[in-house]
């Protein structure tokens, strides 16, 4: 007891004479002496505690010639970690998942069909969004589905596309994937943010929002429930999948794509494990949302691609924002202000 | 067939860094790229220990196992040796490798992986043995001349030892015989521990 005392007043010495920093470092290599010292007794001949320090490579006492990230690293057990859990649960589960979600998203469309517009189309066109939100829209949603190819080739290429392309064309392959990914990314991250500045005053929550949820949108009973310009569903799409997936991929994929600002092997390996989780909860999320905005719901497509809705369209789908619209015309003066003609044909040129 | 292992002997490893000097001559690494390390336990302090770490050539390689375009091959004398043809350049090999083996050269801005780079075990690559392309890509094949790896060929101690395990094994259990101390066969848990996967003929040969 009296050594273990002496010790420590050594320690909390050195701690006062060395200064703060250095301290914990060197309290840390005591520590592990220490415990060596302590398992000799018991059983001598097991150096377990020295192994462990060698294993951790944080003893300052730790050296090499060879300059390099964590080249005093003798070892790093957390990479075996890191391999059980990406060609484990990552590989199997998250592949499982976007096939049975493109399922379930197939089935759907087989049994219900595509959503139609219940009123006639009335020919009168307005304005939902305008060319900055079409092309901050579908800057960001072609890099991210080249994003998602690419990610889905080096996750999955190897059980998927490599028995049938064979290893050399499969190499080729996964190479381009590799550099669009690493190029294509920082692109992603930089229209999210466009995006989230662009469409967040329309995507805060409003209370009529729980009705929107308690209906499921109608989803189900093929009623539409009345929404702003984004419903619930969006607005979920929209902060979930958009901003939070958005922000970790993002973040996450930093850290993996410029290995060059002397980040450690474990940190990489938990950027990358999380970096998988998140795209492929955003991948199956995104799924929904294209199926939504293609085949999914009438209309839906052409109000991105040209900008342009029917105003049947707007009143089913988004009666707040049709009724808003509309009133907000009015007390701007004149009516509704009619597209030309050329513009509703080719809307995305205007 | 010899089943071909790397065994370093703590106690007599003096840190001369020979093993890498002549890994380095042998092959004709490019700058920046370190198919072997001495690690300096305690340096400086009472009880210092010094060890040469390269590529294991694990039984159950993690290397290999997370390669998206599995480039990795394992010879029938249990050397792990990949093919940079197939090589993309992911760096996820050494996320998982617990000894820090796999190299990349940096090949254009922001830290841009090239091709793979690793201890062969001095045993080439999947070209022709000893033809030109090999050397380029891979270094040396002393194995495929009858001769053993560089590293362990130069020690001066003799403390890094390459080649059959079995036999590599003998003589250091009869060296911890005699000295009484140093029991710990440092990696050959972590490398060997695992039941071996068998050997598979080089990726490129496949297609």
């Known amino acids: ?350 | 067939m010899a089943r071909m292992k790397f065994l370093c002997d703590a106690e007599r490893c003096i840190e001369c860094n020979g093993c890498v000097t002549a890994c380095k001559q042998e092959h004709e690494v490019p700058w920046g790229v370190n198919r072997r390390r001495v690690v300096t336990l305690n340096d400086g302090l009472p009880g210092e220990k010094s060890i040469s770490v390269a590529c294991m050539h694990c039984s159950d390689a993690p290397c290999m196992a997370v390669c998206p375009v599995d480039c990795f091959y394992k010879t029938a004398e249990g050397v792990v040796l990949h093919d940079k043809d197939l090589c993309i350049g992911c760096g996820y090999c050494f996320y998982a490798c617990p000894f820090g083996a796999p190299q990349f050269p940096q090949d254009g801005a922001f830290g841009l992986r090239g091709k793979m780079d690793k201890c062969t075990f001095c045993a080439g690559g999947p070209e022709e043995d000893n033809s030109a392309a090999e050397f380029k890509k891979y270094g040396r094949n002393r194995l495929a001349e009858g001769k053993l790896p560089a590293c362990a060929e130069m020690c001066s101690t003799k403390a890094l030892l390459g080649g059959d395990g079995d036999v590599v094994a003998d003589i250091y259990r009869n060296r911890v015989l005699k000295r009484g101390k140093g029991a710990e066969v440092w990696g050959w848990g972590t490398a060997y521990g695992k039941p071996e996967k068998s050997a598979t003929p080089p990726a490129g040969a496949k297609s």
């Open chain 1, 1 to 350: 007891m009296q050594v273990r005392l002496r010790q420590w007043l050594m320690v909390v010495l050195t701690v006062f004479a060395c200064g703060w920093l250095p301290a914990s470092v060197l309290a840390a290599d005591n520590s592990a002496s220490q415990e060596q010292a302590a398992r000799q007794q018991t059983q001598p001949g097991n150096n377990a505690p020295v192994w462990r320090d060698v294993r951790g490579g944080d003893n300052p006492y730790q050296t090499t010639q060879v300059r390099g990230i964590e080249s005093t690293v003798l070892m790093q057990p957390a990479g075996e970690t890191w391999r059980q859990l990406r060609n484990g649960p990552i590989t199997i589960y998250g592949g499982w998942l976007i096939v049975a979600v493109m399922i379930l998203i197939g089935a759907f469309y087989a049994l219900k069909g595509p959503m139609k517009l219940h009123d006639r189309p009335t020919g009168r066109r307005m304005l939902r969004f305008g060319a900055w939100d079409r092309m901050v829209h579908w800057g960001a949603a072609i890099s991210f589905v080249l994003l998602a190819v690419t990610g889905i080739i080096i996750l999955f290429g190897k059980h998927i596309l490599l028995p049938v392309f064979g290893y050399t064309l499969f190499a080729w392959l996964a190479i381009l994937a590799k550099n669009i990914h690493n190029f294509v990314g920082p692109v992603f991250a930089f229209c999210t943010i466009l995006m989230f500045l662009t469409f967040v005053k329309d995507n805060l929550p409003k209370l009529y929002d729980i009705q929107w949820i308690a209906k499921a949108g109608g989803l189900f009973s093929g009623k539409h429930v009345p929404s702003g310009r984004f419903n619930a569903g969006e607005k979920a799409w929209f902060w979930g999948g958009v901003t939070l997936l958005g922000i970790v991929v993002s973040v996450t994929g930093f850290i993996l794509n410029f290995p060059n600002f002397e980040q450690g092997r474990e940190l990489m390996q938990q950027a990358n494990v999380i970096h998988a989780i998140a795209s492929i909860v955003f991948m199956t999320l995104s799924l929904g949302h294209i199926y939504m905005g293609t085949i999914g719901v009438e209309g839906a497509y052409e109000s991105m691609r040209t900008g342009y809705v029917d105003e049947a369209w707007a009143r089913e789908h988004h009666e707040y924002w049709y009724q808003d619209t509309v009133a907000n015309n009015k007390s701007g003066g004149g009516a509704a202000k009619p597209a030309a003609a050329s513009a509703l044909k080719e809307g995305w040129k205007a």
